[in-house]
């Protein structure tokens, strides 16, 4: 479905450069804003800058209550001229990125910090699904349903009804991607994984298995964004920006999700780059479960509406194989830390198009896409992006 209306900017003279992840752990004492504090430290260490160079701010986050970005720059001690808080969850990165990108453009921002941290205490994880939405505590959990386990196993039995697609097909992305995470440093999952350890994990909510659910764990990533000007003169590799997306509450009518705001808009996100999906030499998507990966190769132009499980089986998703994707592992195997689960594509897409990474390498990508969803009610997600990156000048 082509946007209507009239033609977007392009992102020309914008860079994207020091990927950052804070290291992940199962659980920590510490608060989100520690997480947030360390993510720009290593930005400005990474960069060589002064802390007060950074003048604009993107911040996610489920657990900074009762902050917002603006009490956080109060126990950062700065003092930025632009600010903005993205209480998008999953589908935060993308968003941030764009949103930078038009700040720095327009000169109310020349180096910006997208960070996006969370900690995870004990009870964390359950105080955040417990006030998510007005949605849920109306219509969710007075019925039963504690949280995303319960929403994805209803999304995807319907989309294995529907489509045809079987748990084996699940099981063969799940096993990619968890190859791809035994090199990656941060990763929680450190155990090589087969698809009989898939299918014969013990069951979470059927038709959900142990290795369809992601993990909660506490941990940041981030980047910054400047004018490629100022990247070149601080020697920093760095990607461009071809094409950005976003869309929220996208096909309400449907009654079950089976497709999500990348398919309102990806004619116009690959014009825009003026590239196409089949120059795509990396994909990260957004994969708290299988499902909504699923969605993502269909949705933006990979295959048709229902051909994911044929893909997947006809194609290796290692980061060796013909369709790199999540090749850091995504958050099924370094775990989810919160909304920075929303960033930690991205962020694996500038380390593979600025030869900084951290784990398994995609031999010459130019190309890299990455997709990012969030904020599930019940029956679907309401938040959408995309990026396009491609390696930069230097």
């Not at 968890?178 to 090589?192: E, F, I, V, W």
């Not at 994707?325 to 689960?341: C, D, E, K, M, P």
Request: aromatic fraction near 8%; include cysteine; hydrophobic fraction near 40%.
């Amino acid at each position: 479905m082509a946007r209507t209306g009239s033609a977007r900017l392009g992102y020309e003279g914008v860079a994207v450069c020091v990927p950052v992840t804070i290291p992940y752990s199962r659980y920590s004492l510490r608060s989100a804003h520690w997480f947030c504090g360390r993510a720009l430290a290593e930005l400005i260490k990474g960069a060589g800058l002064a802390k007060n160079d950074v003048d604009g701010f993107c911040i996610a986050s489920f657990t900074l209550a009762p902050d917002s970005a603006v009490g956080l720059t109060q126990h950062l001690g700065v003092s930025p001229r632009w600010l903005d808080h993205i209480p998008m969850g999953g589908a935060s990165g993308a968003v941030a990125l764009r949103r930078a990108a038009r700040a720095v453009q327009a000169g109310d921002a020349d180096i910006v910090a997208c960070i996006a941290g969370d900690t995870n205490h004990v009870d964390s994880f359950r105080n955040t699904i417990a006030s998510f939405s007005q949605f849920a505590n109306d219509a969710v959990y007075p019925y039963g349903s504690g949280g995303p386990n319960a929403s994805f196993a209803f999304l995807t039995d319907h989309y294995m009804r529907e489509f045809g697609a079987t748990k084996a097909d699940f099981g063969k992305l799940c096993v990619a991607q968890r190859d791809n995470a035994l090199a990656t440093p941060h990763a929680m999952m450190k155990r090589p994984l087969s698809l009989d350890d898939y299918l014969n994990a013990r069951p979470i909510a059927d038709p959900l298995g142990l290795f369809d659910c992601v993990m909660p764990c506490a941990g940041a990533e981030a980047f910054l964004v400047m004018s490629a000007d100022r990247a070149k003169s601080l020697e920093l590799p760095f990607a461009r920006i071809l094409s950005t997306i976003e869309r929220h509450n996208a096909f309400p009518d449907d009654p079950i999700q089976i497709r999500a705001g990348w398919a309102m808009d990806v004619d116009d996100f690959y014009d825009h780059a003026g590239v196409g999906p089949e120059e795509m030499d990396l994909v990260q998507a957004y994969d708290d479960y299988p499902v909504i990966c699923f969605m993502q190769i269909e949705d933006l132009g990979f295959c048709g509406k229902g051909g994911a499980a044929e893909f997947v089986r006809a194609h290796d998703l290692t980061a060796a194989g013909d369709f790199p994707f999540n090749t850091s592992g995504g958050q099924l195997s370094v775990g989810q830390a919160g909304a920075a689960g929303g960033s930690l594509g991205l962020v694996e897409t500038i380390r593979q198009l600025t030869d900084q990474c951290l784990g398994r390498v995609v031999d010459n990508a130019r190309h890299g896409l990455a997709s990012c969803f969030g904020m599930i009610n019940y029956d679907r997600g309401l938040c959408t992006s995309a990026a396009i990156l491609a390696r930069g000048d230097r």
